[in-house]
């Protein structure tokens, strides 16, 4: 069974550029995460979509960040413009609905965002 | 207040020895998940373990057990007989079950075990 997968993997931008990171989940997982992982940091949930709704985005800082899943599979997520404290590993994680072993959530390699 | 804290930023241990890191969570919800991920330095989180609040008896996958201690509010993850790609970082993390529509998981800081000859 493929895993989450996640592109680009890695990207260098400066600031006040837009950028935009792709996900496709596990096949059959409705819902879809981001997590934001700041150097030394756990991960922080930036979204949380349920089929293509929004369940939590509560902090999603939504002057500069967007994120969709038109089709209920696969996911996007937009940073415009960015700035220096963007930068971070940017992971992307699903889980089935309904939901098996203790909600587990399957991860992503990550996109690691530099914003110089 | 922290709802996941690992206070240990740094472990050590030597190959084929037992190691435990520690995990303490604060939750009011009665019911709630507790899970470990490991991070290895490509970055992708790789569940290990999972404990429900509910689940009587601890948690066990191979190597890895989780020490749960309700009343204690502790979830320490025990790996047992370390080997050399055990080197990585380990996140605890926390589902509270009663926080509406979303299941989103609460992390630690985490903990870097680094196994040793």
């Known amino acids: 069974e493929a895993g989450v997968a996640q592109s680009p993997r890695y990207k260098i931008i400066e600031k006040r550029q837009s950028v935009a990171f792709w996900c496709n989940p596990i096949?059959?997982?409705?819902?879809l995460y981001w997590y934001q992982q700041i150097l030394g940091q756990g991960p922080k949930l930036l979204i949380q979509?349920?089929?293509?709704?929004?369940?939590?985005d509560s902090q999603l800082p939504k002057d500069r960040f967007s994120a969709e899943r038109l089709k209920g599979v696969d996911s996007t997520l937009k940073i415009q413009p960015a700035k220096l404290e963007d930068s971070a590993v940017y992971l992307c994680?699903?889980?089935?609905?309904?939901?098996?072993?203790?909600?587990?959530?399957?991860f992503g390699p990550g996109t690691r965002l530099l914003v110089l | 207040a922290q709802k996941i804290t690992q206070t240990q930023p740094g472990m050590f241990v030597q190959e084929k020895e037992a190691v435990t890191l520690d995990c303490t969570y604060d939750?009011?919800?009665?019911?709630?998940?507790l899970f470990w991920y490991k991070q290895p330095s490509s970055g992708e989180m790789i569940f290990l373990i999972y404990q429900g609040s509910y689940d009587q008896q601890n948690a066990t996958e191979g190597r890895y057990s989780l020490n749960f201690q309700k009343a204690r509010k502790s979830a320490n993850l025990v790996i047992s007989a370390s080997q050399l790609g055990d080197s990585a970082m380990y996140f605890c993390?926390?589902?509270?079950?009663?926080?509406?529509?979303?299941?989103?998981?609460?992390f630690g800081t985490g903990t870097r075990l680094q196994v040793t000859l």
């Open positions: 993390a926390m589902r509270e079950d009663n926080t509406g529509t979303a299941s989103k998981l609460t």
């Open positions: 096949s059959g997982h409705a819902t």
């Open positions: 994680a699903s889980s089935l609905n309904p939901p098996g072993k203790g909600k587990t959530q399957y």
């Open positions: 939750t009011s919800d009665p019911s709630y998940g």
């Open positions: 979509f349920q089929n293509n709704g929004v369940v939590d």
